[in-house]
């Protein structure tokens, strides 16, 4: 996609205070498209094929403005989340979180425990718990506790943030030079403020939600 077509796109956001400078026709007819949904995935599979992190972004501001459904995309995003080039992880836990659908649960599992390089600063965990209310709202409790369990790291080799993974900053920071050793500490220190708080969303917030999800049984009424 070219920086002209991306200015394109992006006229369809909705700024801070300000509204679409771009209409959707405007963006189909210069891509030769007709529905908002079919350029969407077209853009989507293009981008996931060259790995281009701006392109997934586009895909999916088209997505958006086309209103378009999430049943298509849900392979390609199941595919895009565990990749460690792009930016989008909460999109993607926010859209499979429309679908409620069984098939996302490792996915959205996955996403109650890693930490994306570009999210290591909030300290708040936003896209654990947007992953734990996805897995809530999916029928049955299954997904809950699927996101108990951390998954096993070595299952993900592209993925080295899953926690908890303080030990092997640390066995590295020995073996750093004096100058890496301050903020080897300071990264020590948020990755365990990271696991306080996925103790406590798993501790708070998933007993919370197995108890919403779980069919209540009649009690027999006495003879």
């Given amino acids: 996609m070219t920086p002209e077509e991306r200015d394109l796109v992006m006229g369809l956001a909705v700024g ?16 030769g498209e007709s529905d908002g949904e079919t350029l969407s995935l077209r ?95 999916i029928p049955g409790a299954e997904g809950l506790h699927l996101a108990r369990t951390p998954p096993v790291a070595t299952a993900r080799p592209r993925m080295p943030n899953v926690l908890p993974g303080s030990l092997r900053a640390r066995e590295d920071t020995a073996a750093r030079p004096k100058a890496h050793h301050t903020r080897s500490r300071h990264r020590d220190r948020c990755t365990n403020g990271w696991q306080r708080g996925h103790r406590l969303l798993l501790r708070v917030a998933i007993p919370w939600l197995t108890k919403r999800t779980t069919p209540r049984v009649a009690r027999p009424t006495p003879a």
């Fill in 16 to 31: 801070l205070g300000d509204g679409p400078t771009r209409t959707l026709d405007e963006v189909l007819a210069h891509f």
């Fill in 43 to 137: 853009l989507l599979r293009d981008a996931m094929e060259r790995q281009d992190a701006d392109d997934v972004e586009m895909a999916l501001i088209v997505h958006a403005a086309a209103d378009a459904s999430v049943e298509k995309f849900l392979e390609p995003l199941i595919e895009l989340f565990p990749a460690d080039w792009h930016r989008e992880y909460e999109d993607i836990v926010r859209m499979l979180g429309h679908l409620r659908s069984p098939r996302t649960v490792p996915t959205l599992a996955l996403a109650t425990h890693w930490v994306p390089k570009y999210l290591h600063w909030d300290e708040n965990r936003a896209l654990a718990v947007k992953a734990i209310w996805a897995l809530g709202a």
